[in-house]
Protein backbone atom coordinates (compact mmCIF):
# COMPACT_ATOMS: atom_id res chain seq x y z
CA UNK A 1 0.00 0.00 0.00
CA UNK A 2 0.94 3.76 -0.86
CA UNK A 3 1.04 6.57 1.10
CA UNK A 4 -2.40 8.57 0.87
CA UNK A 5 -0.25 12.09 0.49
CA UNK A 6 1.78 10.19 -1.89
CA UNK A 7 -1.24 8.66 -4.08
CA UNK A 8 -2.53 12.30 -4.10
CA UNK A 9 1.01 13.48 -5.42
CA UNK A 10 1.35 10.67 -8.01
CA UNK A 11 -2.53 12.13 -9.06
CA UNK A 12 -1.23 15.38 -9.61
CA UNK A 13 1.84 14.36 -11.25
CA UNK A 14 -0.06 12.45 -13.69
CA UNK A 15 -2.78 14.82 -14.15
CA UNK A 16 0.03 17.65 -15.41
CA UNK A 17 1.57 15.38 -17.72
CA UNK A 18 -1.85 14.76 -19.31
CA UNK A 19 -2.12 18.51 -19.62
CA UNK A 20 1.10 18.83 -21.03
CA UNK A 21 0.78 15.67 -23.66
CA UNK A 22 -2.52 18.00 -24.58
CA UNK A 23 -0.93 20.65 -25.14
CA UNK A 24 1.81 19.69 -27.03
CA UNK A 25 -0.99 18.02 -29.38
CA UNK A 26 -3.42 20.89 -29.31
CA UNK A 27 -5.98 18.98 -27.40
CA UNK A 28 -7.92 19.82 -24.32
CA UNK A 29 -7.19 18.33 -21.31
CA UNK A 30 -11.05 18.09 -20.71
CA UNK A 31 -11.03 15.64 -23.55
CA UNK A 32 -9.10 13.16 -21.68
CA UNK A 33 -10.51 11.28 -19.31
CA UNK A 34 -7.98 9.35 -16.27
CA UNK A 35 -9.01 5.91 -15.33
CA UNK A 36 -6.83 5.15 -12.65
CA UNK A 37 -6.15 0.88 -12.80
CA UNK A 38 -6.53 0.33 -9.27
CA UNK A 39 -6.63 -3.51 -9.80
CA UNK A 40 -4.67 -5.79 -7.11
CA UNK A 41 -4.42 -2.49 -5.14
CA UNK A 42 -6.14 -2.28 -1.93
CA UNK A 43 -9.45 -0.37 -1.09
CA UNK A 44 -7.68 2.26 1.27
CA UNK A 45 -5.63 3.14 -2.00
CA UNK A 46 -8.95 3.74 -3.77
CA UNK A 47 -10.27 5.70 -1.29
CA UNK A 48 -7.11 7.61 -1.43
CA UNK A 49 -7.51 8.63 -5.11
CA UNK A 50 -11.09 9.67 -4.78
CA UNK A 51 -10.18 12.48 -2.15
CA UNK A 52 -8.15 13.55 -4.52
CA UNK A 53 -10.37 13.78 -6.97
CA UNK A 54 -10.38 10.51 -9.16
CA UNK A 55 -14.27 8.91 -9.77
CA UNK A 56 -12.68 6.67 -12.59
CA UNK A 57 -11.09 3.13 -11.56
CA UNK A 58 -9.82 0.51 -13.66
CA UNK A 59 -10.30 -3.12 -12.37
CA UNK A 60 -9.58 -6.33 -14.46
CA UNK A 61 -10.38 -9.14 -12.44
CA UNK A 62 -14.52 -10.24 -11.52
CA UNK A 63 -13.34 -11.97 -8.29
CA UNK A 64 -11.69 -8.48 -6.89
CA UNK A 65 -14.42 -6.51 -8.05
CA UNK A 66 -17.22 -8.22 -6.10
CA UNK A 67 -15.73 -7.82 -3.03
CA UNK A 68 -13.60 -4.43 -4.12
CA UNK A 69 -16.22 -2.08 -5.56
CA UNK A 70 -19.08 -2.64 -2.73
CA UNK A 71 -16.50 -1.92 0.04
CA UNK A 72 -15.19 1.49 -1.63
CA UNK A 73 -19.21 2.24 -3.03
CA UNK A 74 -20.00 2.29 1.42
CA UNK A 75 -17.44 4.66 1.87
CA UNK A 76 -18.08 7.24 -0.41
CA UNK A 77 -20.64 9.87 -0.59
CA UNK A 78 -20.23 10.08 -4.82
CA UNK A 79 -19.78 6.52 -6.57
CA UNK A 80 -16.99 6.13 -9.23
CA UNK A 81 -17.34 4.81 -12.60
CA UNK A 82 -15.82 1.02 -12.73
CA UNK A 83 -14.30 0.37 -15.96
CA UNK A 84 -13.62 -3.27 -16.67
CA UNK A 85 -9.80 -3.03 -18.67
CA UNK A 86 -9.61 -7.12 -18.12
CA UNK A 87 -10.02 -10.45 -20.60
CA UNK A 88 -13.55 -11.70 -19.17
CA UNK A 89 -14.84 -15.27 -19.01
CA UNK A 90 -18.29 -16.00 -20.29
CA UNK A 91 -19.48 -17.51 -16.85
CA UNK A 92 -18.46 -14.08 -15.08
CA UNK A 93 -20.03 -12.00 -17.50
CA UNK A 94 -23.27 -11.59 -15.32
CA UNK A 95 -21.50 -10.47 -12.69
CA UNK A 96 -19.27 -7.53 -14.99
CA UNK A 97 -23.00 -6.12 -15.91
CA UNK A 98 -23.85 -5.67 -12.27
CA UNK A 99 -20.84 -4.17 -11.63
CA UNK A 100 -19.70 -1.67 -14.53
CA UNK A 101 -20.77 0.42 -16.55
CA UNK A 102 -17.84 0.72 -18.80
CA UNK A 103 -16.26 -2.24 -20.65
CA UNK A 104 -13.10 -1.43 -22.55
CA UNK A 105 -12.21 -5.31 -22.76
CA UNK A 106 -15.20 -6.38 -25.15
CA UNK A 107 -13.17 -8.80 -27.02
CA UNK A 108 -15.27 -10.99 -29.33
CA UNK A 109 -18.80 -10.86 -30.59
CA UNK A 110 -19.37 -14.46 -28.43
CA UNK A 111 -18.72 -11.55 -25.46
CA UNK A 112 -20.81 -9.46 -26.97
CA UNK A 113 -23.87 -11.35 -27.52
CA UNK A 114 -23.66 -12.49 -23.93
CA UNK A 115 -23.28 -9.36 -22.44
CA UNK A 116 -25.87 -7.56 -24.15
CA UNK A 117 -28.38 -10.71 -23.31
CA UNK A 118 -27.81 -9.90 -19.92
CA UNK A 119 -27.81 -6.22 -19.84
CA UNK A 120 -31.34 -6.79 -20.97
CA UNK A 121 -32.36 -9.04 -18.73
CA UNK A 122 -30.98 -6.14 -16.18
CA UNK A 123 -32.86 -3.20 -18.18
CA UNK A 124 -29.01 -1.80 -18.68
CA UNK A 125 -27.05 -0.72 -21.26
CA UNK A 126 -23.51 -1.40 -20.98
CA UNK A 127 -21.09 1.24 -22.68
CA UNK A 128 -18.09 -0.66 -24.33
CA UNK A 129 -15.34 0.04 -26.32
CA UNK A 130 -14.19 -2.99 -28.51
CA UNK A 131 -10.77 -4.39 -27.81
CA UNK A 132 -9.18 -4.43 -31.08
CA UNK A 133 -5.38 -6.63 -31.29
CA UNK A 134 -4.10 -3.84 -34.18
CA UNK A 135 -0.19 -4.89 -33.29
CA UNK A 136 -0.95 -8.74 -34.36
CA UNK A 137 0.81 -9.55 -31.37
CA UNK A 138 0.36 -13.83 -30.72
CA UNK A 139 -1.85 -14.46 -27.76
CA UNK A 140 -3.27 -11.03 -27.53
CA UNK A 141 -6.95 -10.59 -27.02
CA UNK A 142 -8.79 -8.60 -28.97
CA UNK A 143 -10.53 -8.47 -32.74
CA UNK A 144 -8.39 -9.28 -34.89
CA UNK A 145 -7.25 -5.71 -36.93
CA UNK A 146 -3.53 -6.51 -37.63
CA UNK A 147 -3.17 -5.07 -41.90
CA UNK A 148 -6.53 -4.18 -41.55
CA UNK A 149 -6.10 -1.79 -44.11
CA UNK A 150 -4.08 -4.23 -46.25
CA UNK A 151 -5.69 -7.48 -46.44
CA UNK A 152 -9.09 -7.24 -47.22
CA UNK A 153 -10.22 -10.66 -45.73
CA UNK A 154 -9.17 -8.78 -42.27
CA UNK A 155 -10.81 -5.88 -42.95
CA UNK A 156 -14.48 -8.01 -44.07
CA UNK A 157 -13.59 -10.03 -41.11
CA UNK A 158 -13.65 -6.92 -38.54
CA UNK A 159 -16.67 -4.84 -39.65
CA UNK A 160 -18.62 -7.93 -40.16
CA UNK A 161 -18.32 -8.74 -36.64
CA UNK A 162 -18.52 -4.96 -35.37
CA UNK A 163 -21.82 -4.55 -37.55
CA UNK A 164 -23.23 -7.68 -35.58
CA UNK A 165 -22.16 -6.01 -32.47
CA UNK A 166 -23.76 -2.56 -32.98
CA UNK A 167 -26.62 -4.62 -33.95
CA UNK A 168 -26.93 -5.70 -30.21
CA UNK A 169 -29.63 -3.88 -28.41
CA UNK A 170 -27.87 -3.40 -24.95
CA UNK A 171 -24.55 -2.29 -25.93
CA UNK A 172 -23.77 1.02 -26.49
CA UNK A 173 -20.75 1.02 -28.49
CA UNK A 174 -18.45 4.55 -27.23
CA UNK A 175 -15.02 3.51 -28.93
CA UNK A 176 -12.19 1.48 -29.48
CA UNK A 177 -9.87 -0.34 -26.85
CA UNK A 178 -6.10 -1.55 -27.35
CA UNK A 179 -3.03 -2.30 -25.69
CA UNK A 180 0.54 -1.87 -26.90
CA UNK A 181 3.11 -4.35 -27.33
CA UNK A 182 5.42 -3.54 -24.16
CA UNK A 183 8.56 -2.09 -25.30
CA UNK A 184 11.14 -0.08 -23.65
CA UNK A 185 10.67 3.48 -25.70
CA UNK A 186 7.33 4.67 -25.76
CA UNK A 187 7.74 6.10 -29.12
CA UNK A 188 8.25 2.45 -30.63
CA UNK A 189 3.59 2.06 -29.54
CA UNK A 190 3.18 5.18 -31.28
CA UNK A 191 2.53 3.55 -34.67
CA UNK A 192 -0.25 1.28 -32.87
CA UNK A 193 -1.65 4.60 -31.25
CA UNK A 194 -1.89 5.98 -34.66
CA UNK A 195 -2.93 3.07 -35.94
CA UNK A 196 -6.32 2.54 -33.45
CA UNK A 197 -7.22 6.08 -34.41
CA UNK A 198 -6.81 5.71 -38.47
CA UNK A 199 -9.27 2.49 -37.68
CA UNK A 200 -11.40 4.31 -35.53
CA UNK A 201 -11.78 7.01 -38.55
CA UNK A 202 -12.62 4.27 -40.60
CA UNK A 203 -15.07 2.67 -38.73
CA UNK A 204 -17.00 6.14 -37.62
CA UNK A 205 -17.15 6.91 -41.54
CA UNK A 206 -18.11 3.83 -43.28
CA UNK A 207 -20.31 2.55 -40.59
CA UNK A 208 -21.68 6.18 -39.97
CA UNK A 209 -21.24 5.99 -36.50
CA UNK A 210 -19.55 8.08 -34.05
CA UNK A 211 -16.98 6.43 -31.65
CA UNK A 212 -16.06 9.26 -29.98
CA UNK A 213 -13.56 7.29 -27.41
CA UNK A 214 -9.78 5.62 -27.49
CA UNK A 215 -8.81 4.07 -24.60
CA UNK A 216 -5.49 3.19 -24.85
CA UNK A 217 -2.16 4.26 -23.06
CA UNK A 218 -1.23 3.13 -19.72
CA UNK A 219 1.80 4.18 -17.25
CA UNK A 220 4.60 3.56 -19.77
CA UNK A 221 2.99 5.42 -22.64
CA UNK A 222 0.21 7.22 -21.84
CA UNK A 223 2.00 10.96 -23.62
CA UNK A 224 2.62 9.48 -26.51
CA UNK A 225 -1.15 7.73 -26.64
CA UNK A 226 -2.64 11.44 -26.26
CA UNK A 227 -0.78 12.93 -28.70
CA UNK A 228 -2.28 10.56 -30.58
CA UNK A 229 -6.06 10.95 -29.59
CA UNK A 230 -6.60 8.80 -26.57
CA UNK A 231 -9.63 10.26 -24.46
CA UNK A 232 -9.04 7.61 -22.04
CA UNK A 233 -5.60 6.40 -20.74
CA UNK A 234 -5.48 3.45 -17.84
CA UNK A 235 -2.72 4.56 -15.72
CA UNK A 236 -2.23 2.12 -12.51
CA UNK A 237 1.67 1.96 -11.65
CA UNK A 238 2.26 5.86 -11.91
CA UNK A 239 -0.64 6.21 -9.19
CA UNK A 240 -0.21 3.40 -6.94
CA UNK A 241 3.37 2.02 -7.35
CA UNK A 242 4.43 -1.58 -8.78
CA UNK A 243 1.65 -4.01 -7.87
CA UNK A 244 3.85 -6.98 -6.23
CA UNK A 245 1.66 -9.40 -6.68
C1 LIG B 1 -2.80 -3.20 -15.60
C2 LIG B 1 -3.41 -2.55 -16.79
C3 LIG B 1 -3.22 -1.19 -17.05
C4 LIG B 1 -2.36 -0.29 -16.19
O1 LIG B 1 -1.01 -0.60 -16.34
P1 LIG B 1 0.14 0.30 -15.68
O2 LIG B 1 1.33 -0.01 -16.49
O3 LIG B 1 0.25 -0.11 -14.25
O4 LIG B 1 -0.28 1.73 -15.81
C5 LIG B 1 -3.86 -0.65 -18.15
N1 LIG B 1 -4.65 -1.40 -18.95
C6 LIG B 1 -4.86 -2.70 -18.75
C7 LIG B 1 -5.75 -3.45 -19.67
C8 LIG B 1 -4.25 -3.32 -17.66
O5 LIG B 1 -4.47 -4.63 -17.46
Do not use: C
Given at each position: MVQNS????????VRETIATACARAGRS????RLVAVSK???????????????????????????????????QVERMPTWHMIGHI?????????????????????????????????ENKTLNVLLEVNISGEAGKY????????????????????????MALPALNIIG???MAPFVDDAEEARPVFAGLAGLRDALAESLAVSLPHLSMGMTNDYPVAIEE????????TAI??????
Open positions: TIAENIDHEDDVKKPVSDVLAAVAAGVYDFGENRVEEALTKIPQVEQQSRKARDVVSLFTHVHSLDSLKLAKRLSGLAEQGFEAFDWDKSSQVHDALWQDIRQVLMTGATMVRVGFGARTV
